[in-house]
Nanobody
């Protein structure tokens, strides 16, 4: 079965950095056609799609407010996707989720991912 586990969240000061990890099981990055996205949701706000990476085309950024600050990457040998977050702002405070689906990012809406992991809390103090 496909399982995803997000980790790496915590409390960080404004301007700091964190690297989130999404460990995947039930499929293999090296052998399968996949896409994995990062999402976030703050209390009282709608869920936002941050970025996506797939086995065919690479990465895509969706959220203008984090472009230039957040970078998605993958380690295929470890079946893990990362989200490096730099220059963090209070408005980045949210629960961050990773999600996966079959096929490239461009073949479906970012919100149509079939598999979701437990989120990890990121809190940016002001």
């Amino acid at each position: 079965e496909v399982q995803l586990q997000a980790s790496g969240g915590g409390l960080v000061q404004v301007g700091g950095s964190l690297r989130l990890s999404c460990a995947a099981s039930g499929f293999t990055f090296e052998d399968d056609d996949y896409s994995i996205g990062w999402f976030r949701q703050a209390p009282g706000k709608e869920r936002e799609a941050v970025s996506c990476i797939d086995s065919t085309y690479g990465s895509q950024d969706y959220l203008d407010s984090v472009k230039g600050r957040f970078t998605i990457s993958s380690d295929n040998g470890q079946n893990t996707v990362y989200l490096r977050m730099n220059s963090l702002k209070p408005e980045d405070t949210a629960v961050y989720y990773c999600a996966a689906d079959w096929g490239p990012c461009t073949d479906h809406s970012p919100y149509e991912m079939d598999y979701w992991g437990k989120g990890t809390q990121v809190t940016v103090s002001s």
